[in-house]
């Protein structure tokens, strides 16, 4: 490995990054957890020629070069890949939200619905952005492809697979925020290293330790490795990798690994990249010829007409009820208690508020436990954990179900 320094930081001296968003700190796992839920990782493309020996540099110098990377022109390839020890849902959209795939009020090709097929396994991407204003985002399948294209105003998107197309005015769906190269998918969808690796970075603080952890190359260009790794105990999140960039400070890899070990439960890189102008033809678009396509606003009105936009409605004023977020603990063992509107946990199994096969599926999922609390399941993913108690609270962090069990006494 190059002779980089190791020097560790703390929340006032982690960059202009860290300091614009300082008090995030206080909820690492909330922010990490963002990034596992949106849960678009990147595989990594390390290149076998060796460790490059490059200028020493600080921890803190690094995230100062990654806060002032603007790179406006990139294209390149990525891999994502995402195991979150989460097991598949299948067809249990239906048994939790009835109604919820209704054909009459969605496309193939509507970006939200295609976007979380990231949510787990390994994907192929394709990327290309040119300034703020055009940017494109292709999900390469067998046989088959998915783009996502952003172009002066406006959204289309294609589905090979079912030749259909999606068409929206950018002020309705599609990239927007952030820099170039994060703005190749609808707002919120982490798709590129630099985007995970700044929601991290946004959250570190005095119970965090980052160093310069020698350096590699990832898709044929030399690279700092930033190492990332909670001081505290009981955090699902051994540490988290970032590689960056030698020359322009974007980083090209992001890896997190989960305190449980084996493979990485998040893991972030391009295959090849190119920050050179891309072609102009990336970012142009015609549906072909016997496509359907389908206009944002006709699936609003869709929604409208069969009654999904009440149903959204009436869902988000449930989420009012909601009596506040009360955040246990700071840094990487933080928990967040919420209380569950009407007071109550689970339903028994059998009871009948439940259908058959979404009970099964959380019986497969939870543990039952008990404590100070009472008792309660616990919900476990590789990363983010979450406590129902019996009498209807809900502890919820990217720690141990112990840590979950310790939180929800210290409550009482």
Do not use: C
């Not at 099964?360 to 008990?370: E, I, M, N, S, W």
């Amino acid at each position: 490995m190059a002779p980089n320094d190791s020097a560790e930081t703390t929340g006032e001296a982690t960059g202009t990054v860290v300091v614009r968003r300082k008090a995030a700190r206080y909820i690492v796992p909330v922010a990490v957890a963002g990034v596992a839920a949106a849960t678009i990782g990147l595989v990594p493309a390390l290149a076998d020629s060796g460790d490059p020996q490059l200028p020493k540099i600080t921890a803190q110098e690094l995230i100062e070069r990654i806060a002032a990377s603007d790179e406006q022109q990139l294209s390149g390839t990525v891999k994502i890949s995402t195991d979150l020890g989460i097991p598949s849902f299948g067809g249990l959209t239906d048994s939790f939200l009835p109604g919820a795939g209704a054909a009459d009020s969605t496309s193939s090709a509507a970006p939200d619905t295609k976007l979380m097929e990231l949510a787990s396994g390994t994907h192929t991407l394709r990327v290309a952005a040119d300034g703020p204003d055009k940017q494109r985002l292709s999900i390469l399948g067998e046989g088959s492809e998915y783009s996502l294209i952003h172009n002066a105003g406006e959204v289309w998107a294609y589905d090979s697979a079912s030749n259909e197309a999606y068409h929206a005015q950018s002020g309705q769906a599609g990239p927007k925020g952030g820099k170039a190269e994060e703005r190749t998918a609808p707002e919120g969808v982490p798709t590129t290293p630099k985007a995970l690796a700044e929601e991290a970075l946004a959250a570190v603080g005095d119970t965090t330790s980052v160093t310069v952890d020698g350096t590699a190359q990832v898709a044929g260009r030399d690279a700092y490795q930033l190492l990332i790794k909670p001081k505290q105990s009981g955090s699902t999140i051994r540490s988290i990798r970032v590689a960056v960039d030698a020359r322009n400070g974007v980083p090209l890899k992001f890896t997190l690994a989960p305190s449980s070990g084996g493979k990485a439960a998040i893991d972030a890189g391009f295959t090849k990249v190119d920050f050179s102008k891309p072609d102009a033809s990336s970012f142009s678009f015609t549906p072909p010829k016997g496509a359907k396509v389908t206009e944002a606003e006709d699936l609003k009105a869709g929604a409208e007409k069969d009654g999904a936009a009440d149903k959204a409605h009436e869902d988000l004023s449930a989420l009012e009820d909601f009596r506040g977020l009360n955040v246990i603990g700071e840094g990487w063992s933080a928990v967040a208690e919420i209380d569950i509107p009407g007071g109550s946990g689970l339903p028994a199994g059998g009871s009948g508020d439940v259908p058959a096969q979404a009970q099964q599926f959380l019986d497969a999922l939870g543990d039952k436990v008990t404590g100070d609390f009472g008792s309660g399941t616990v919900f476990k993913t590789r990363l983010v954990n979450a406590l129902m108690t019996d009498d209807g609270k809900v502890y919820i962090g990217a720690v141990t179900k112990d840590a979950l069990v310790k939180a929800a006494d210290t409550a009482k």
